[in-house]
């Protein structure tokens, strides 16, 4: 055998030497394994950094509280989600270690900060979660304190990125439509009165009274009895309920009777403010959510049997 050939076949081992120590080197990631291990019943705090908002929620024997900045229930749906998604984050792959890429992967101070607090661990499990990849199915996300940036399977991003209002319960009134037996609508010069008897919805007003329709009772029960706000509104500031445009009273069988009262916010009239009794805080809703609730008695009968009295009263 030549020296040429010696040489060239030495050559050839250096080189599949080096890049065998090349590959040794490289981090080995495992496709499919969790991005955090945490089981998801053991879940009994979490803290979330977005923006401006921080916002740190608590698991009490009646649900989720929403504990800061301040004390309000938290909406059930929304954070059992979140809870229920931190078992199933499993990594795609490894997309870079170096610190000079976090913003391009949003896993910076854009990112969505989440600590996990869990029963009987001494520790928080922290995370970043960073933007969408571009399929929209997966998301960039890195673990508070290391380098890794990692490809999850599945978009969470919309479901951190929140602010204080979207932690909240929204919900105003929650109550079942059937079980109401009788409302007032009190406006400053009228009340009316619907009452229900023999199966009907009496409608009374002005010392007059009529059966009203009840599709269009139940249209306003409806509304009444799942009411849910735009916003909280935690110190009234220039707005008074001295003098509300409406009072709505409602008694419903085996529930406290429901009271609660309308201003508009402003001068614009395109939202309004809520004072339900017995809430810590009062609620924003729209304009057509109030327009639905303060009903005129004339709303609650028929067209057909409008017409029809209309017509028996020219003659």
């Known amino acids: 055998m030549g020296k040429r050939t010696i040489l060239l076949l030495a050559l050839f081992v250096l080189l599949v030497l080096v890049y065998w120590l090349a590959r040794s080197r490289e981090p080995v990631v ?10 998801s019943a053991a879940v009994n705090r979490l803290a979330v950094v977005y923006g401006r908002d921080s916002v740190a929620m608590g698991r009490r024997d009646d649900g989720w509280w ?40 949003e896993v910076d101070e854009v990112g969505v900060r989440v600590h996990v607090f869990r029963e009987k661990a001494a520790k928080s499990v922290g995370f970043i979660v960073g933007k969408n990849a571009s399929d929209y199915q997966h998301t960039y996300m890195r673990r508070i304190g290391e380098d890794d940036v ?14 204080l209002k979207d932690w909240r319960d929204r919900s105003i009134t929650d109550l079942p439509m059937d079980s109401a ?23 009374r007003v002005a010392g007059k009274s009529f059966e009203g329709e009840k599709p269009l009772v139940d249209r306003l029960l409806r509304l009444l009895c799942k009411l849910s706000t735009v916003d909280f509104l935690d110190t009234l500031g220039a707005v008074s309920f001295a003098s509300p445009e409406a009072i709505i009273r409602a008694q419903l069988a085996g529930h406290e009777p429901l009271e609660v009262k309308l201003v508009a916010l402003d001068a614009s009239g395109e939202k309004y403010v809520l004072e339900k009794t017995g809430a810590q805080t009062h609620f924003i809703i729209y304009k057509a959510t109030a327009t639905t609730l303060m009903k005129k008695a004339e709303d609650f009968r028929s067209e057909s049997k409008a017409k029809k009295e209309e017509m028996l009263k020219k003659n």
């Open 181 to 203: 037996r009788q409302v007032e609508l009190i406006y400053p010069k009228e009340t009316i009165t619907l009452a229900w008897e023999d199966s009907v919805w009496k409608v």
């Open 30 to 39: 495992k496709k499919d394994r969790p991005f955090v291990e945490v089981d």
């Open 66 to 105: 929403v504990e800061y900045p301040i004390q309000y229930p938290a909406s059930q749906r929304i954070v059992g989600e979140v809870v229920g998604k931190l078992g199933g984050m499993n990594i795609e792959s490894l997309i870079t270690d170096s610190p000079e890429n976090f913003a391009k992967y």
């Open 150 to 163: 990692w490809l999850v399977k599945g978009s969470y991003r919309s479901a951190v990125a929140k602010s």
